[in-house]
T-cell receptor
Framework: AQTVTQSQPEMSVQEAETVTLSCTYD???????LFWYKQPPSRQMILVIR??????QNATENRFSVNFQKAAKSFSLKISDSQLGDAAMYFC??????????????FGKGTKLSVKP | DAGVIQSPRHEVTEMGQEVTLRCKPI?????LFWYRQTMMRGLELLIY????????DSGMPEDRFSAKMPNASFSTLKIQPSEPRDSAVYFC?????????????FGSGTRLTVV
């Protein structure tokens, strides 16, 4: 079964600095997708960034970028120029490609990010 | 687009009572998912529907839980009878397709407290 591990329960960053959140996953599949979701105190789950496993180029969305290391099964999130609004829980998620029930989103336990002014 | 709409936002009920959570997916989305979030277990998939048909309910914890999707714009998750260990945040999410890099769009969740 696929698993997603986030080894950092909590992280802290100074405003305007850069922080990297770690995520590793375990799968025997070659076709899959990876996601980072943000959950602020409002509880809303917000999609931050996504990555297709078949793409070597790392995804980037404004201040958010990923470091996708397929061989190492690692998918870290880098937040540049951190802002107070970035404070939230961040969840890494995996989804197998193709159809079937294995294509559901599997989440890590999350990393709580605090941003210090 | 109003997004995925869940109601109520908060629910407090007594043990043994029936609880019904509601969800309106994004118009045009053909997949609907119910997730439960707890501190201990994180986010768990309970059940999902495709074109209003339940496809996989293996995550439903017990027979006390049931879910329906009578039409493309409405789904319910019912717990009867409720127990304190059911206290959690329940999320509904919808997706246009299950394959590809489409992420899910989540509702704001319902925080259920069973006392």
């Amino acid at each position: 079964a696929q698993t997603v591990t986030q080894s950092q329960p909590e992280m802290s960053v100074q405003e305007a600095e850069t922080v990297t959140l770690s995520c590793t996953y375990d799968t025997s599949e070659s076709d899959y997708y990876l996601f980072w979701y943000k959950q602020p105190p409002s509880r809303q789950m917000i999609l931050v960034i996504r990555q297709e496993a078949y793409k070597q180029q790392n995804a980037t969305e404004n201040r958010f970028s990923v470091n996708f290391q397929k061989a190492a099964k690692s998918f870290s999130l880098k937040i540049s120029d951190s802002q107070l609004g970035d404070a939230a829980m961040y969840f890494c998620a995996y989804r197998k490609g193709g159809g079937g029930s294995q294509g559901n989103l599997i989440f890590g336990k999350g990393t709580k990010l605090s941003v210090k002014p | 687009d109003a997004g995925v709409i869940q109601s109520p936002r908060h629910e407090v009920t007594e043990m043994g009572q029936e609880v019904t959570l509601r969800c309106k997916p994004i118009s045009g989305h053909d997949y609907l998912f119910w997730y439960r979030q707890t501190m201990m277990r994180g986010l768990e998939l309970l059940i999902y529907f495709n074109n209003n048909v339940p496809i996989d309910d293996s995550g439903m914890p017990e027979d006390r839980f049931s879910a329906k999707m009578p039409n493309a714009s409405f789904s319910t998750l019912k717990i009867q009878p409720s127990e304190p260990r059911d206290s959690a945040v329940y999320f509904c999410a919808s997706s246009l397709r299950r394959v590809g890099n489409y992420g899910y769009t989540f509702g704001s969740g319902t925080r259920l407290t069973v006392v």
